[in-house]
């Protein structure tokens, strides 16, 4: 039920042949996500599968200094708690919204369901899975290589991938969370952004960025994830591809 065309806002959803839809929709609620909630917590149990509409949602994890560091975004183009599917349904993640949006959300219980009745939601999971996945794998690396400026410039892109605008709604706080890396850290690397023309202004938890600027300093990883990212909905079911995708040329 409730309207198909919200939920297919979500580029997972709207990848779902109909008759595999229905098989969620009946259950799926659209639901505010708010700056600074907490969907899935470390080690507790996964009660709730988010679909965003919009907005973007940061997975973090613990490190072993007590610290907690980003590994991945995502925003309508991917989804909250579906790992729960591949084993003993308890958060190795932490998920917090960073940008305010919406979702489409369903519980655990009847996302399984539907998922053990359904070779096509079976694919979407497995994608995203497998894109989340390759995220993960690839963050390691670029924290040991990078430098903590194009990790930053890097994760700007990423969350203005998923946003209206140049303007980013990310605190100093905020940015020293997804980075793992301290407070005077982020404002040094601001100022040497700032410096260069990336970011044209920094003030009120509003970061005004620009984009060609940024790509320069971004590091390559960048360009890697995203196409990861993108190539999502293409590996899934083009023909029911009916949301319209940031269209992008990629080489
Ligand atoms: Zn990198």
Same mark, same amino acid.
């Given at each position: ?20 839809? +229905? ?95 359904? #070779?096509?939601? $079976? ?13 993960? +794998? %690839? ?19 990423? !969350? %203005? #991938?998923?946003? #209206?605008?140049?303007? !980013? ?21 601001? %100022? ?23 790509? #320069? ?10 196409? $990861? ?23």
């Amino acid at each position: 039920m409730m309207d198909r065309h919200t939920h297919h806002n979500n580029r997972l959803l709207a990848a779902l042949p109909p008759a595999d839809f +229905q098989l969620l929709s009946p259950h799926l609620q659209t639901v505010p996500l708010e700056q600074g909630a907490v969907l899935l917590r470390t080690g507790e149990q996964i009660e709730q599968v988010y679909f965003p509409h919009s907005g973007v949602v940061s997975f973090m994890v613990d490190m072993p200094n007590g610290e907690t560091v980003a590994t991945a975004v995502i925003g309508r183009e991917g989804a909250v708690g579906v790992l729960s599917i591949l084993g003993p349904s308890r958060s190795s993640v932490t998920a917090i919204v960073r940008v305010a949006g919406t979702a489409s959300q369903i519980s655990a219980s009847r996302f399984h369901a539907a998922f053990g009745r359904s #070779d096509p939601i $079976k694919r979407v999971v497995e994608t995203h899975t497998g894109a989340l996945l390759a995220q993960l +794998q %690839h963050v390691a690396a670029c924290n040991a290589l990078h430098p903590v400026e194009a990790r930053m410039a890097r994760w700007l892109l990423h !969350i %203005h #991938d998923r946003i #209206d605008g140049n303007l !980013i709604p990310l605190t100093q706080e905020t940015v020293s969370q997804l980075l793992g890396v301290r407070r005077t850290t982020v404002t040094l690397i601001v %100022h040497n952004l700032r410096e260069s023309g990336a970011i044209r202004n920094e003030q009120r938890g509003l970061i005004e960025i620009s984009r060609p600027r940024l790509e #320069d300093v971004a590091c390559e990883c960048y360009e890697v994830m995203r196409h $990861k990212i993108d190539r999502i909905p293409q590996q899934t079911t083009p023909r029911y591809h009916a949301a319209p995708a940031r269209e992008r040329s990629i080489v």
